[in-house]
């Protein structure tokens, strides 16, 4: 298999990202085609890349954000020969969840899988971005793949992760996420939170206590 790797950055990447992806590279035993993109907006530089992976030989397409870092190498997903898997990416939406979501028919919302009730490669109905794996059939049968879904007043209702989910399964296509590739996600955070948590841990040691 040939799979075109693309990284998104914002002029940066980790540097545990940048450690780790010769080793995946060196580790693959598929042919690998590798760049590096900074377009914006992102869904911009989503569908730039899709562009130029359609107009190469390569079968799958692999798109890493600059600060995630799967548990594992996402390369060797492509000998599961799906059309669509991701590794979950930790996210902040109130609590920290992992970015895939089932259908909950209930009240017709997406709701994000209990990552303590699920292992290994799961079925889901909608993923993030962050890191994806997506077969050329898919591509190819997806107009702008990546682009954000507005109302008539132009306030956003779907972003540009959640409606490329939806218009795959519209198309028809299944969409998996991996357990065990769950991947780190770095974000910039205030010192002084981590200060505030750790005077509030103080609190709760008493004497004698480590």
């Known amino acids: 298999m040939k799979i075109y790797l693309s990284i998104l950055n914002t002029g940066w990447i980790h540097h545990e990202l940048a450690i780790k992806l010769p080793r995946w590279l060196k580790e693959t035993t598929h042919d690998v085609y590798f760049e590096s993109s900074n377009d914006r907006p992102i869904e911009n530089n989503r569908n730039k890349i ?5 107009a190469s030989d390569c079968d799958y397409l692999l798109q890493i954000d600059n600060d995630n870092i799967p ?10 020969k799906l059309d669509i898997v991701s590794c979950p990416v930790w996210i902040y939406q109130h609590k920290f969840v992992l970015n895939i979501y089932r259908f909950d028919v209930s009240d017709g919302m997406l709701v994000p899988v209990e990552f303590k009730q699920e292992k290994g490669l799961i079925e889901i109905d909608a993923t993030g971005t962050g890191v994806l794996l997506t077969s050329r059939r898919v591509l190819e049968a997806l107009k702008a793949p990546f682009e ?43 010192l002084s939170i981590m200060h505030t948590v750790d005077n509030i841990k103080s609190k709760d040691i008493g004497p004698g206590q480590k």
């Open 148 to 190: 954000r879904k507005y109302d008539e007043n132009g306030i956003e209702e779907l972003g540009q992760d959640l409606y490329f989910s939806r218009k795959a399964k519209e198309a028809g296509f299944r969409i998996f996420s991996h357990l065990e590739y769950v991947s780190k996600h770095y974000k910039i955070i205030d």
């Open 50 to 54: 899709v562009k130029r992976f359609l």
């Open 71 to 80: 548990a594992r190498n996402p390369l060797d997903l492509v000998d599961l």
